[in-house]
């Protein structure tokens, strides 16, 4: 069994992508065209193996290749996905051994040409990165709004199904808790399939494990589980609701979204499927959900009545603190959603931690949630009870965590005191006295330091939007 660490759960760059961009010239010289890469890792070590985690494209320069045979060896069995070899300073071609070696195991070899800086390399496949991220949050938040849609229709369960397996292009069916399939949509599969699948629907309620189940600890039962069979991936989701049922999917590829998607469909069949006190009450909690989820706010804010209206995210332990509204969504997470008409004061509550967002009509319901989510996170990093959204500018958009990542990719090259000179000669406008004068140098040293920076990092820094990317991730930067 391979000790190799699974790689992330994001969408993989394809090997074609990186050759296409003719900017950076590289070459594929040996082993296959196609492969996933997941991220960019350096390293002129002689042995890189205990240093990575898988789905790498590793980048070097053979500074100390003695042995090409082990090293792609090595680097095949710590789950590489591909290697990039630069050209110069210290070989001036690739070594035939070493593609040799890695047309033997299968290893994707790339010729990183002499003006192609390591770093170059790195940033595009962050962009590469960025743009398959934002291709996939597309096709969730679309597939989001059609499962919204589909609940809102006459016949909803058969609806959200039909949505569900179109948008994963597989199979959706209910399961009740005798086994049975209660209602399905999607393509046909074959026997063996069907019945994997009804064998897993099971293992979220009775803790059997056919496959793998997910979101289980000690005594407690899964909530969801997968398998695969005969190539087909499998996945069933319990739902909530106290009516034994049970979500089952299957489909020939599995994407990185496809798990989301599914959650949101589990929340609209919990409610479409549990037992309600008053018409009233279940569309009003529906409509919110499909607010939140992302639906036309047209569609859906005839039912709320009047606006604005006031998001709030609130985590803690016990009993939801009383908001005073019924409408109220506390299946995401942990995280309780509520929606309050605006106006209605919102006190911290013990236990629990609060966001609260501006007030907004109906068809900015959307960013008010965003606004309540972030106002939440500030609570948490601050240790304070409840926070209100603020404007702060762009910058306050950005997730700290991916903007931090990025800082941190963007600015690797840079050591000090490159770093705290590029922030503020920025600061002061790229006056050169100012900055000087600042850092107690001489003029010509800031001018030798801004030079550096930008010979390494590749960019030229009389652009004003290279010079507004710098700020920022220098701002996010630890």
Do not use: K
Not at 18 to 32: Q, Y
Not at 309 to 320: K, L, N
Not at 461 to 477: G, N, P, Q
């Amino acid at each position: 069994m391979s000790d190799v660490q699974p790689t992330p759960p994001g969408p993989a760059i394809p090997l074609t992508a990186l050759l296409a961009r003719e900017e950076l010239g590289l070459r594929l010289i040996a082993g296959p065209g196609e492969a996933g890469i997941h991220w960019v890792h350096t390293s002129e070590m002689a042995d890189p193996y205990p240093y990575l985690l898988g789905g790498e494209l590793l980048m070097t320069a053979g500074v100390q290749l003695t042995d090409p045979e082990r090293y792609v060896a090595r680097v095949v069995a710590a789950g590489a996905a591909a290697l990039g070899f630069g050209v110069a300073p210290v070989h001036d071609t690739v070594p035939e051994a070493l593609v040799a070696a890695c047309a033997r195991h299968g290893l994707p070899l790339l010729e990183v040409p002499p003006r192609t800086p390591f770093t170059a390399v790195g940033r595009a496949v962050w962009r590469l990165m960025a743009e398959a991220r934002h291709r996939e949050l597309r096709r969730v938040t679309e597939a989001q709004q059609s499962l919204a849609t589909a609940a809102a229709r006459p016949a909803p369960v058969p609806a959200v199904l039909h949505a569900l397996a179109s948008r994963l292009a597989g199979r959706a069916a209910l399961y009740a808790p005798d086994g049975t399939e209660y209602a399905a949509a999607g393509r046909p599969v074959e026997p063996e399939v069907a019945a994997a699948l009804a064998r897993l629907a099971q293992v979220p309620h009775t803790g059997g494990r056919p496959g793998e189940g997910a979101g289980s600890g000690p005594g407690s039962r899964p909530a969801s589980a997968a398998d695969t069979v005969g190539g087909t991936h499998l996945a069933a989701y319990a739902l909530g609701g106290g009516q034994g049922l049970t979500l089952g999917l299957a489909s020939e590829r599995r994407e990185p979204g496809d798990h989301t998607i599914a959650g949101v469909a589990v929340v609209l069949l919990s409610l479409l499927t549990a037992p309600h006190q008053g018409t009233d009450e279940a569309t009003r909690s529906s409509a919110l959900v499909r607010l939140l989820l992302g639906a036309a706010p047209a569609d859906v804010a005839p039912l709320l009545g009047g606006a604005p209206w006031t998001v709030v995210h609130a985590r803690g332990e016990g009993p939801p603190p009383p908001l005073g509204t019924p409408l109220v969504d506390d299946r995401d997470g942990g995280t309780v959603r509520a929606l309050l008409p605006a106006g209605r004061d919102v006190a911290p509550h013990p236990g629990w931690t609060l966001g609260v967002s501006a007030p907004v009509e109906a068809s900015e319901l959307g960013a008010a949630d965003l606004q309540a989510a972030r106002a939440l996170r500030r609570a948490q990093a601050a240790h304070t009870p409840l926070a209100r959204h603020r404007s702060g500018g762009i910058g306050t958009l950005l997730d700290p965590d991916e903007a931090a990542a990025y800082a941190r990719t963007l600015l690797a090259p840079l050591s000090e005191p490159l770093p705290e000179t590029l922030r503020v000669w920025l600061s002061l406008h790229g006056n050169w006295d100012r900055t000087a004068t600042a850092l107690g140098v001489h003029r010509n040293t800031v001018r030798q330091r801004i030079a550096r920076c930008a010979a390494l990092l590749s960019m030229d820094l009389d652009d004003a939007e290279v010079r507004m990317e710098l700020w920022f991730a220098l701002r996010w930067s630890p």
